[in-house]
């Protein structure tokens, strides 16, 4: 099982510019999370300060029991052999070609023999479709290549914990299904903690388990991808939905007098830049029939579960929708609403302001809840969980 | 800086001990150092004996020529023309490459797979270039007073016997060890100055341009002032010859 993340009262300022404060969440082992947020609020120094290779102004980052931001520079790398991250760019090493740079972590860290080390960097290789492409050096590949080798080269050690910067940047629509469908599956083989930093609503939408979004210097939320996916947050609304009307301005904040023109100018006909209304849960991505069953969905499902009734509304709804007839009677819980709709009907995504919670029936909070490890996350300021 | 330094040292006797980066680090510094060494070192000896061999003429000791520039040479000239050129050639390329790859992310990559930098990179090179300075600090002292010896002897009509047997009369084994040790001082400080600059420098591609050029300079005057130092405290331990 992957190692669990425990962020609390992260701070970090570059100078006198707060980058973000008293970031606190929990990323759960195992399940796949993702990081929204516009250009430029700090999402890869949050990838960087999780690997300790920046140096957070306070708080903490306890992964099996280490602090990073506190532990020994020798604890540190012990600690970051469990990480793989891919970085934006790849990060390739330019002097040496694929083939060496995947085998990098395996002769640095393993005793491995050079026929072991072939037969799993081969094999990674193929996972991402590089064969074919060992012996060309990073310069001379396109920056999707570079950065499907860089996810090989995260990837050779198993790691428990993956973390992704934009994997998706840079790369074509299909390409981001694949890698989407790619990783998906790799936490159904290996059980990992994944966290994905990106901007890419289709991906946030259809791969985690978790949705968090940072906005204004701080994270407004982070929870069941429920949650988010639901939620009447402007931001979050504003930022799914691809839309100018909103908080979120070209330059991160917008003032109210801009705000007050563009509603003028929508409410003149204007288009407001987003296509459709795509709030709502959509189904999640499976792995590939013939793998094993994720084992994060059945503990996520056990967790949100037990947390459902410190849930809004919509997302306990949304919840509840997505559960089989007979998960929804061993959680001793049915919806309201949908009630006749058949197993493995989805809910539209329309938007569902108007519900609250007396539609939710059965008594939440006695459910038959399966016995789980899983502690509630603390509430900070911006957690939605 | 400092606390770098001190990493390195400690590095030197952490394992494992990249063997194969050592020697591909000492054979590229050294073939970037070696000719401009030499071609700098001839006229380096040849001045040294123009300019001696004008003065001491006057004064009629012209039996004290080679003593004088093996002195010069050897002491002084040699440890610090290898520097600069270990600096100058070697150090800013070296800063170069390692600035590049902190600004491209690698450095920030491998730290992650859990590979320290400074083990993996930044010893060797330091390693590789105290060795290319130990190295070519031979290599520029025999070559300077070969180029001392042309000059007196064939330019100016010194007596090869007198310049060849002047070589013991001032200069001592000492003299040699100094000179050696200051190398090996100078190429840890060369080594260290350009990794440290090439692992922090501004962001950007201008950035590291400038980082190359702040670790030639600051190699430069830290150099010139420990060189002092080094020769101060010489003085004052070894005795002169004779006293």
Redesign the interface.
């Given at each position: 099982m992957g190692a669990e993340v425990v962020v609390e009262g992260l701070t970090k300022s570059f100078g006198r510019q707060t980058i973000w404060r008293d970031v606190t969440l929990t990323l759960p082992p195992g399940e796949v999370s993702v990081m929204l947020g516009p250009s430029g609020t700090g999402k890869s120094v949050f990838l960087k300060s999780m690997i300790g290779l920046l140096k957070p102004d306070r708080g903490k980052c306890v992964i099996n029991g280490v602090d990073i931001v506190s532990c020994s520079e020798h604890k540190l790398y012990e600690v970051r052999k469990l990480f793989g991250v891919l970085f934006q760019d790849g990060a390739l090493f330019g002097s040496m070609n694929l083939y060496d740079n995947v085998a990098f972590p395996l002769r640095e860290h393993t005793k491995k023999s050079e026929t072991e080390i072939k037969r799993i960097v081969l094999e990674k290789m193929e996972m991402v479709g590089l064969t074919g492409a060992e012996k060309k050096l990073p310069g001379e590949i396109s920056g999707g290549m570079r950065k499907r080798a860089g996810l090989a080269r995260a990837l050779v050690l198993d790691p428990e914990i993956i973390l992704c910067d934009e994997p998706d940047s840079g790369l074509d629509p299909v390409r981001t299904a694949y890698l989407s469908q790619l990783l998906i599956d790799l936490n159904a083989q290996i059980d990992a903690t994944i966290l994905i930093v990106t901007h890419n609503i289709n991906l946030a939408r259809t791969v985690p388990d978790n949705l968090g979004m940072l906005f204004r210097r701080e994270l407004v939320m982070f929870g069941p991808r429920e949650v988010l996916l639901t939620s009447d947050e402007p931001v979050v609304e504003q930022f799914l939905n691809g839309r100018r009307m909103g908080p979120i301005g070209m330059s991160e904040e917008k003032d109210v007098a801009t705000m007050a023109a563009e509603q003028a100018m929508a409410d003149a006909g204007h288009h407001d830049g987003s296509t459709e209304d795509v709030r709502g849960v959509v189904p999640q991505l499976q792995p590939t029939p013939g793998l094993p069953e994720r084992m994060g969905v059945r503990r996520r499902k056990d967790r949100v579960m037990s947390i459902l009734h410190t849930l809004p509304p919509a997302a306990q709804e949304g919840i509840i929708e997505s559960l089989t007839p007979e998960e929804q009677r061993r959680y001793g819980v049915r919806p309201h609403t949908m009630a006749t709709v058949p197993a493995g009907r989805r809910p539209s995504p329309a938007p569902r302001g108007n519900l609250n919670s007396e539609r939710i029936q059965g008594d939440l909070n006695v459910a038959d809840i399966p016995p789980t490890q899983w502690q509630p996350p603390q509430h900070g300021p911006g957690g939605g969980a | 800086m400092f606390a770098l330094g001190l990493d390195v040292v400690r590095g030197f006797f952490q394992r494992p001990f990249q063997f194969r980066e050592f020697i591909q680090q000492s054979w590229f510094i050294a073939s970037v150092s070696i000719l401009p060494t030499a071609l700098v070192a001839i006229p380096f000896g040849a001045v040294i004996a123009l300019q001696l061999g004008s003065l001491v003429t006057q004064l009629g000791a012209q039996s004290f020529m080679g003593a004088a520039s093996v002195l010069a040479i050897i002491q002084q000239a040699a440890p610090l023309v290898t520097a600069l050129l270990v600096a100058g050639a070697g150090g800013s390329a070296m800063c170069a490459d390692i600035g590049?790859?902190t600004i491209?992310?690698?450095i920030?990559?491998?730290?992650?797979?859990?590979?320290?930098a400074v083990q993996?990179l930044v010893v060797p090179r330091v390693l590789a270039s105290m060795l290319v300075a130990v190295l070519l600090n031979g290599l520029v002292s025999v070559v300077g007073v070969l180029g001392g010896y042309f000059f007196n002897v064939v330019l100016q009509g010194g007596t090869p016997g007198a310049y060849l047997a002047g070589f013991s009369a001032l200069a001592q084994l000492p003299d040699l060890w100094i000179s050696e040790i200051k190398a090996l001082i100078f190429g840890f400080i060369a080594g260290v100055v350009a990794c440290y600059r090439g692992l922090h420098p501004a962001p950007g591609p201008k950035g590291v341009g400038d980082a190359v050029n702040q670790s030639v300079v600051i190699t430069f005057l830290l150099l010139f002032f420990v060189n002092f130092v080094l020769t101060t405290v010489y003085l004052t331990v070894v005795p002169a010859k004779g006293s």
């Open positions: - | 590049a790859r491209r992310e690698e920030d990559a491998m730290e992650v797979l859990g590979v320290s993996r």
